[in-house]
């Protein structure tokens, strides 16, 4: 009995293990609104992607007062010599903050939007910046080479990227283990938040997603005014080795 049990199992396994990955429909068709595109990943419309005439509104002067782009700086823990990936770069408003706080390493600002990528490399140019590279993606396909990245920064990106699970299928090839993602959302949960629904992330929404695709969540912390920071990890770190403690002896007095 036991045998047969044991048989039907494997077989079982066997047969699942036999599905190709393409049978499996991670997005389902649903009405268009206005801002969004009709194709609905885990219950969530994706919303359009910002075209490149937006980016005078992504660099406009309020936002540091609006967002505080500088705290989230400050909060972004990267060592000097990391390799990070800004993904939907768009005209580089976070690119080149994070080559200042990389010296040693360097940062790859992927879009898909060929403008982007040429208003990029004009202020790279002008800036006279050295540790950044350009990388024009496609929309499944972050184009970054394997186990090369330290970390991802998506900041406001995230929700239009037309193939999330693809992308995050990606990201999770180029983070070396052990590597994070800081994902950038407006906060949906919070109405008072002046931007479009579709522009907009729950935090549970998000967890769904990125544990979907193997991250594990690390932790979200809300210190900015409008966004939900959240960190999400490729599993597998290398363990750290541990700083040997002098060894107390039992008969020390204490
Ligand atoms: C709203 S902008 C944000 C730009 C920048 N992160 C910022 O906060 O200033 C979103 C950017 O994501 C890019 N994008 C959309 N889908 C993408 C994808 N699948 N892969 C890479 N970039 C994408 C768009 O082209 C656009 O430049």
């Not at 809300?222 to 960190?231: S, T």
Request: hydrophobic share 40%.
């Amino acid at each position: 009995m036991r045998l047969l049990l044991s048989l039907i199992t494997l077989t079982a396994s066997l047969a699942w293990a036999e599905i190709p990955e393409k049978s499996f429909q991670p997005y389902t068709e649903g009405p268009k609104t206005r801002d969004g595109i009709g194709k609905y990943f885990m219950g969530r419309e994706i919303s359009q992607v910002m075209g490149h005439l937006g980016a005078g509104w992504l660099e406009r002067s309020e936002r540091e007062q609006e967002e505080k782009p500088s705290l989230l700086m400050k909060n972004l823990e990267l060592a000097e010599d990391a390799v990070v990936a800004d993904i939907g770069a768009g005209s580089g408003y976070f690119t080149f903050k994070l080559a200042e706080k990389v010296p040693k390493g360097k940062v790859i600002a992927v879009d898909i939007q060929q403008e982007m990528i040429d208003i990029l490399k004009k202020r790279q140019k002008a800036f006279g910046v050295e540790n950044l590279e350009t990388l024009l993606s496609v929309e499944d396909d972050t184009k970054l080479p394997e186990n090369e990245v330290d970390a991802v920064l998506l900041v406001d990106a995230y929700h239009e990227f037309s193939f999330p699970r693809e992308m995050l299928a990606s990201m999770y090839r180029a983070l070396k283990p052990g590597g994070r993602i800081f994902l950038l959302e407006y906060r949906a949960e919070d109405p008072l938040v002046p931007i479009k629904p579709l522009h907009k992330m729950s935090q549970k929404q998000a967890k769904a997603e990125y544990a979907a695709s193997g991250f594990r969540w690390v932790e979200t912390r809300d210190f900015l005014p409008r966004q939900h920071f959240m960190i999400f990890e490729k599993p597998g770190a290398p363990e750290k080795k541990a700083t040997p403690t002098k060894e107390k002896k039992a008969d020390a007095p204490s």
